[in-house]
């Protein structure tokens, strides 16, 4: 029988427990819903942490570090990727050389998530492929192995799940943990997720790009701005996914707010020439077929 290697056994086993162990969390916390046993500050609270966590990842992990559309002050820098460890999805090293395979092959052979190889792949099924969901950083993000500021934070990644942790429990107790901690966890992962699910499903395809990604607005929503998904597959390195002044990003008006304090700068925008020559280049390709 062939064996199966040590390392690959330990990789499973961890990605199982970063899956399950927030699943089963919010399991319990329906349940006290469920009989009531819960209050609102433990609701507060969650949104309290959701919301820079949750930034950690859009503007943090993905727009600045994985495609460089503005540059950050040290210390904004510093603090965005920390707030991105938080949600469990990876350090800012892995995270950004997945992202960028996943731009370079979009829905063709060797895609880490890639919803050809179906639904619940895309979402999460390929976080247990050794080596099919994982990317060489030399290869997609040698940028960022030059980073001090982005090195530092990957490899003290656990320290900040950790105090992600530790901050709502001080704050609340174990109800706090729960709600702010594993549960908000739990809502983050497959939030993120449903944008390599979903929106490569679902949604509408306003630029004609060589994958199927799509814009769903709640996911939009729900992912700070993450969702308007085919809007940034026609401009990767856009600051803003949300094009359009209905689709809401409230990651755009976080750059906006840090660019006007000085904080950020270099902000790459698409201007409306852009937008208007792609959509013409998709209207003119419908009507020649």
Aim: aromatic share 14%.
């Amino acid at each position: 029988m062939k064996s199966i290697p040590f390392k690959s056994i330990f990789y499973k086993t961890a990605v199982l427990l970063v899956v399950v162990v927030p699943f089963i969390a919010t399991l319990f916390a329906i349940r006290a819903l469920w009989m009531r046993a819960i209050y609102w500050p433990d609701l507060a609270l969650m949104a309290v942490v959701y919301f820079p966590t949750g930034f950690g990842v859009t503007v943090g992990f993905h727009r600045m570090a994985s495609h460089r559309s503005f540059l950050p002050n040290p210390v904004v820098k510093f603090v965005l990727l920390a707030l991105g460890c938080m949600p469990l999805q990876g350090n800012p090293i892995e995270w950004a050389a997945t992202h960028l395979k996943h731009h370079a092959v979009s829905d063709r052979e060797g895609d880490p998530h890639s919803p050809l190889e179906g639904f619940w792949h895309a979402h999460f099924g390929w976080l247990f492929g050794v080596g099919v969901g994982t990317a060489d950083p030399k290869v997609y993000c040698r940028h960022l192995l030059k980073d001090p500021i982005v090195v530092i934070v990957s490899r003290t990644f656990w320290f900040w799940v950790v105090l992600g942790l530790l901050i709502p429990f001080a704050i609340d107790g174990w109800r706090g943990l729960l709600w702010a901690g594993l549960v908000r966890i739990f809502l983050q992962q497959h939030i993120t997720w449903s944008v390599n699910s979903v929106c490569h499903c679902f949604g509408k395809r306003p630029f004609d790009t060589n994958d199927e990604s799509r814009n769903e607005w709640l996911v939009g929503l729900l992912t700070l701005g993450d969702g308007w998904h085919n809007n940034h597959h026609a401009f990767p390195r856009s600051a803003y996914h949300g094009l359009r002044w209905w689709q809401i990003d409230l990651s755009n008006y976080l750059i906006w707010t840090l660019e006007h304090l000085g904080l950020v700068r270099d902000v790459h925008r698409v201007t409306p020439e852009m937008i208007e020559r792609r959509s013409s280049a998709k209207v003119h390709a419908i009507i020649q077929k």
